[in-house]
């Protein structure tokens, strides 16, 4: 019994509590969390039916493909464009939305691809030219309900919000995003992904 009171009267930012087991096949690291018993409750993803999961602020969950402890780092997968159309499976909540109360933002080596974009988007200063990756992304099979739709790629980085991808009806209505993409990369080499970071606990 002291023993549990102990423990829930520590302050929060001790860990006290262990990494929680694996989910699936995939290691859950500290400080990251799936339940009330391991982990940091900050940290908090989901394990749903063996699968480890990131939920949106918007209550939407992408599954996590990879999770680097190391560098504070996972990857979650970009939603898909459903099959024949140019739109995102998220579109009608807006696309992918981190809560800032939480500690993930979206890292700065997301190159992030939007599709079937209104003319206005070519007033923005992202690379819309037929150079773009975006174009290569349409002879992918995935990408191909976005073919010949007006398209552009960005850098994420600093200069932008951290905590969201927006995509909505009459802007662009379809995205994905491609990690620590390299112009010599071929496309079937792509690392496909939203790669987000935490601030490590204190
Ligand atoms: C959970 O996963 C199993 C095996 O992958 C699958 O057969 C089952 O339908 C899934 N259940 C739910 C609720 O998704
Ligand atoms: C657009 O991106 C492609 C691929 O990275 C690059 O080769 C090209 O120079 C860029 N164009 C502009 C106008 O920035
Ligand atoms: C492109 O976006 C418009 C709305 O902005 C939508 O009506 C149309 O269906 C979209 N095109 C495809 C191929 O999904
Ligand atoms: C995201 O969070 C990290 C710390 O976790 C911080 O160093 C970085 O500046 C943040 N990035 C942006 C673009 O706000």
């Given at each position: ?99 800032e109360n939480l500690p ?23 690379n819309c030219s037929s ?71 204190f």
């Open positions: 019994m002291f023993l549990i009171v102990s423990l829930l009267i520590l302050p929060s930012h001790v860990p006290a509590l262990d990494a929680c087991p694996k989910c699936g096949s995939m290691n859950v690291p500290y400080p990251l969390s799936i339940g009330d018993n391991c982990g940091n409750p900050r940290y908090r993803i989901y394990c749903n039916n063996g699968t480890l999961e990131f939920l949106s602020a918007q209550g939407l969950y992408y599954r996590i493909l990879s999770i680097n402890p190391s560098a504070h780092k996972l990857v979650i997968s970009p939603p898909m464009i459903v099959k024949n159309t140019c739109c995102s499976s998220d579109l009608a909540l807006g696309g992918l939305r981190l809560d993930f933002n979206i890292s700065t080596r997301n190159t992030v691809m939007l599709f079937n974009c209104s003319d206005n988007i070519l007033l923005s200063p992202l150079t773009s990756y975006c174009r290569q992304y349409e002879e992918v099979e995935e990408g191909s309900g976005c073919k010949g739709t007006l398209c552009c790629h960005f850098l994420k980085d600093t200069s932008m919000t951290s905590h969201m991808i927006r995509v909505r009806v009459g802007g662009c209505t379809a995205y994905t995003s491609v990690v620590n993409i390299k112009p010599e990369d071929p496309v079937d080499t792509w690392n496909y992904g939203i790669e987000l970071q935490w601030l490590p606990p």
